[in-house]
């Protein structure tokens, strides 16, 4: 480590794979490090944000390392921040505000996910943002990364894999920009643990904790998750074409958002076949109806399914001006109640039967991540009850609005229905044919 005019030696000597983690953090602005427990990854972190630090060039930089919770930030780092930087001359430590200054004017300081408006307004040259599998999504893109433009700051993302979630994404997007640098190691990659350990660990861990733990695999399933990732990464590979689902009826679902930072989207799918989902954020529901409106002209579905929970304005507009929207309640009562406790489960789980059956999904990272997050249960009268929404977001996922998309092609079963041949006349003459056939009445 180096300032200018002196040389500083800490105590940390990398081993592999830190070695060459550090010279690719040194080469790119943004980091994504999967890396299995007990590799070292924080303290790699912690000793490049100190280099960082002590060898910046401009004026009072700021570095923050940031954790799921300010309390895991310091039981996790502060013993390693506070010995690295021992050797350092007038460093100055601050128990109570968990911040070190350097002579240079450089300051780190320790802040927690669970409290990310501490730092809005701030600028950071530099962050680290560990086990960002249990953060919320909004704490990287509404908070922590415009903290970075004003000084091009950098960031870091270590952790172990925690199901789908910002990790996973962020892991994805990573391996498509010349900026972003992702790796990923597995205890059988490195060595660091004995083959002895591991077979203990193995002895008396699931094999699901295991694999994710140790093997990185962002796959592994718990044993009450509806849609694996297995079943939807083999969908994501199936290839399918027009000429494959011609005949089949074709199904438009749209899920409106509900809050900000929900998402409204629309999907069409065809028998097998699921086109790329068409993504919304802060659009207002006239203008999402027009949306919808011109996607139902261009592929006329046999039936357009719209979640009903917050799509009132939606439905009522789509309807004045001709279209025949159904509207789909997630918690109305299920066509099999003996199997589901609500309308959601059972469109949720129709779902994934189509994925066994052969469905075909787009590669599409949000779409993945929607597919596998929630969980599901039976209640005392054995019936499926899928995980709420806000019980998502309370663990660290995000609204799985995209997928709710999807499963809304679920509502009932739809045959294709018969064309009308008369294209000259408006919106609602056009409509009047189709008026008389109910999908809903379908089997």
Not at 356 to 384: F, I, Q
Request: proline fraction near 6%.
């Amino acid at each position: 480590m180096r300032l200018p005019m002196n040389e500083i030696v800490i105590p940390y000597h990398p081993r592999y794979p830190q070695n060459v983690i550090h010279s690719q953090m040194d080469s790119h602005r943004f980091s994504v490090i999967v890396a299995h427990r007990r590799l070292g990854k924080t303290v790699c972190a912690v000793n490049h944000m100190i280099k960082k630090a002590l060898t910046v060039t401009v004026p009072n930089a700021r570095y923050a390392y940031m954790a799921p919770q300010l309390k895991q930030a310091k039981r996790n780092t502060w013993d390693y921040f506070k010995r690295f930087v021992q050797p350092v001359p007038d460093v100055k430590i601050s128990e109570s505000e968990l911040t070190i200054s350097l002579p240079n004017d450089s300051r780190i300081m320790l802040l927690g996910a669970d409290n990310p408006d501490a730092i809005r307004g701030m600028y950071l040259d530099g962050v680290v943002m560990d086990e960002v599998a249990q953060m919320k999504p909004e704490v990287w893109g509404e908070i922590v990364r415009p903290t970075l433009v004003d000084r091009q700051g950098w960031a870091v993302f270590i952790g172990t894999p925690k199901g789908m979630n910002l990790f996973y994404e962020l892991y994805e997007y990573a391996q498509t920009l010349d900026d972003w640098y992702s790796a990923l190691y597995r205890v059988d990659e490195t060595d660091i643990i004995t083959e002895s350990e591991l077979e203990m660990a193995k002895a008396t861990m699931s094999d699901a904790a295991y694999r994710q733990e140790f093997l990185c695999d962002f796959s592994a399933s718990s044993d009450d998750t509806l849609i694996t990732i297995d079943l939807v990464s083999a969908a994501c590979k199936k290839t399918i074409t027009p000429a494959d689902v011609r005949g089949a009826p074709k199904i438009l679902g749209v899920d409106v958002a509900r809050f900000g930072d929900d998402r409204s989207v629309i999907v069409l799918r065809q028998g097998l076949w699921c086109h790329e989902p068409i993504v919304f954020t802060d659009i207002d529901n006239m203008t999402l109806a027009q949306r919808i409106a011109a996607q139902y002209d261009h592929h006329e579905p046999d039936a357009l399914f719209i979640d009903a929970g917050r799509g009132e304005g939606v439905i009522d507009r789509l309807r004045q001006l001709g279209y025949p929207a159904i509207e789909v309640n997630f918690g109305g009562k299920p066509a099999d109640p003996v199997r589901y406790a609500n309308k959601r489960s059972e469109m949720w789980d129709k779902c994934r039967e189509w994925i066994e059956a052969g469905g075909a999904l787009p590669n599409m990272p949000d779409l993945k991540t929607d597919l596998v997050s929630p969980t599901y249960k039976m209640d005392a009268s054995d019936r499926m009850v899928l995980e709420a929404k806000d019980d998502i977001k309370k663990r660290g996922g995000r609204s799985p609005d995209i997928a709710d998309a999807l499963v809304l092609t679920f509502a009932a079963p739809v045959r294709p229905k018969l064309k009308v041949t008369d294209r000259s006349n408006t919106a609602k003459n056009r409509f009047s044919n189709a008026d008389k056939y109910d999908p809903l009445k379908a089997r």
